[in-house]
């Protein structure tokens, strides 16, 4: 079996969501003075490679823990949405070649490319997804949606008051799993029917947490 990552690597100062709690690894303990290593880590819950639970933006949605890890892991059904202009839409219509494929178990993959620009103010300026295709998602059965950008709705620019969260409200209201800021996924082109994992850690009563996202075929 072949394994690719498809995780963003956790760094101190790696670029978050406008507005989350900065990154800060630092050493807690050293080998030479403490006879071991061992990092101290302060971040938000949606740092680098995440999930998103229902409950990052419904009071009464599931949290993390209360969530069946079978969204968390399943056939990729990737859609090609590349070369869109800075904050383009992405509608139905260019899902639509992988509508066939969307059915209840799958991880629909918006391949944007816009991870090329992750660490830029370019970032920001991803494609987002239109409430349509959100509730055109949700009626396929999909229940597992992953992003290579910030977020599958539009990102405020620096200053920007937020806005609603549409597609967020869609996905996480049926009871589904987001997950953003994944990476690399052109090396999905060369597996044949890559399955997904993406785990988070396990804390409790959590809105989200970092994933290590990975795509496994067989040879
Ligand atoms: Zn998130």
Excluded: K
Excluded at 43 to 57: E, I, L, Q, Y
Excluded at 117 to 126: A, I, P
Excluded at 172 to 191: D, F, K, P, Q, W
């Amino acid at each position: 079996m072949e394994i690719v990552d498809l995780s963003q690597p956790v760094h101190g100062g790696m670029q978050v969501y406008p507005g989350d709690p900065p990154v800060s690894i630092h050493p807690a303990a050293q080998l030479a003075a403490d006879g071991v290593n061992v990092l101290s880590i302060h971040a938000g819950s949606h740092t680098g490679t995440h999930v998103d639970a229902p409950f990052h933006v419904l009071a009464d949605g599931a949290r993390l823990d209360e969530l069946d890890l079978a969204l968390f892991h399943g056939p990729a059904v990737v859609a090609d949405v590349r070369g869109r202009p800075a904050r383009a839409p992405i509608d139905w219509a260019e899902l639509e070649p992988c509508a066939a494929a969307l059915r209840p178990g799958a991880v629909l993959v918006l391949h944007t490319g816009w991870s090329e620009h992750f660490g830029t103010s370019r970032y920001l300026e991803h494609p987002w997804l239109t409430a349509a295709a959100a509730r055109r998602i949700v009626a396929s059965g999909v229940r597992s949606v992953a992003i290579d950008a910030l977020s599958p709705d539009p990102t405020p620019a620096d200053g920007e008051e937020p806005g609603s969260l549409p597609a967020h409200q869609i996905l996480l209201g049926a009871g589904g799993v987001i997950m953003e800021n994944l990476t690399n996924v052109s090396a999905l082109e060369r597996l044949a029917d890559p399955v997904l994992s993406f785990f988070p850690l396990a804390l409790a009563d959590a809105d989200g947490a970092p994933v290590r996202a990975v795509a496994m075929a067989g040879r």
